[in-house]
């Protein structure tokens, strides 16, 4: 971008690079996801090659025993309480008859065969109550000792198949190790020369017109290497490769300003003199110079030529631009 451009075409120049390297830095992202895509070694197949079929079925029906044997249980224990309820019922009537009962016989009131039958009756119930609260107790008991004996066969079925699946498991990992390997080798087979291109271009044609396109190019496909390192690299290492990059692009750029700074480009040169005569200051050293003056300048502060006759036509002239501003002679 010369100092010529536009300030609007600047800004649309800035704007539309910007646009670029997020739709570049997107598209990179879809061809590394695809590159990534294919199907790595599958866990499960690697299990069920190594364990035994019955095992896992035994295991299967173990659990399924041990869901039906809880639901006895519960089952069991649903009718305990409906029993305590009813044992409860008939012991307050037992003993409500039992108190009409005593009433009368204080009263010297014979007891009545209807009273005395209820309370047989309520006796009967409780105590009929009471050996179903009993047997139940034995159900549950029994169900209890059938539950741990099946849980004890599950956790050894499990400590089977945990020890058939472990020499499995480390075999995917590590067939799974290589696959994110490969995959890794092939993102940066793709990115690597994108990234080293995008720089070549920038180093090279410094003065190219494209320099805006080659710079978003340049800067999606580094943000896309840091990604792939940061997924496929371990964290230690990506750490000390994000750093360095990070030294080595920083390094780059002070070098870059360094050089300018103590050798301007031409056009940099050239820039600032033209501001500096505009400004009516010395180029060199900034000390101001007059406006009525000799037709030959010296800048009395560094010693600067910044005024001289013109060869063509004996005017006053800038010393350190390319033209008379009189004849139009040039110079260089
Ligand atoms: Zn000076
Ligand atoms: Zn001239």
Redesign the pocket.
Same mark, same amino acid.
């Given at each position: 971008m010369s100092h010529t451009t536009p300030r609007a075409a600047t800004r649309a120049i800035r704007f539309l690079s910007v646009l670029l390297f997020l739709f570049v830095a997107w598209l990179f992202d879809f061809i590394l996801s695809d590159i990534g895509n294919s199907k790595g070694p599958q866990l499960q197949t690697y299990h069920s090659e190594a364990v035994d079929p019955a095992l896992v079925q035994r295991e299967q029906d173990l659990i399924q025993e041990t869901t039906k044997l809880n639901g006895s249980k519960n089952r069991q224990k649903e009718i305990q309480e409906n029993l305590r309820a009813s044992m409860e019922v008939a012991k307050e009537t037992m003993e409500q008859m039992a108190g009409l009962h005593r009433l009368s016989l204080e009263r010297g009131i014979e007891p009545s065969t209807d009273q005395s039958k209820a309370i047989a009756e309520a006796q009967q119930r409780y105590i009929q109550s009471q050996s179903s609260f009993e047997e139940a107790n034995e159900k549950i008991a029994d169900l209890n000792a059938s539950a741990h004996a099946l849980g004890q066969e599950l956790n050894y079925t499990r400590e089977m198949l945990e020890e058939q699946r472990k020499p499995a498991f480390e075999k995917w990992q590590r067939a799974h190790d290589v696959h994110e390997f490969k995959a890794a080798g092939l993102k940066l087979i793709f990115i690597v020369p994108v990234f080293l291109l995008g720089a070549f271009s920038i180093a090279r044609r410094k003065d190219s017109l494209y320099r805006p396109i080659f710079m978003a190019i340049f800067v999606a496909s580094f943000w896309q290497l840091g990604l792939v390192m940061h997924e496929h690299f371990p964290s230690e290492f990506f750490k000390y490769i994000a750093i360095l990059a990070g030294i080595v692009i920083v390094m780059t750029f002070l070098v870059r300003t360094l050089q300018s700074a103590a050798k301007p480009q031409p056009a940099a040169l050239l820039n600032r003199r033209r501001e500096a005569y505009h400004k009516e200051i010395c180029p060199a050293c900034a000390y101001p110079f007059p406006n009525a003056r000799a037709t030959a300048y010296t800048c009395p502060s560094c010693g600067t030529g910044l005024f001289s006759a $013109?060869s063509? $036509? %004996?005017?006053s002239?800038h010393d350190l631009l390319s033209f $008379?501003s009189? $004849? %139009?002679?040039d110079r260089s």
């Open positions: $013109c063509s $036509c %004996g005017e002239r $008379c009189h $004849c %139009g002679s």
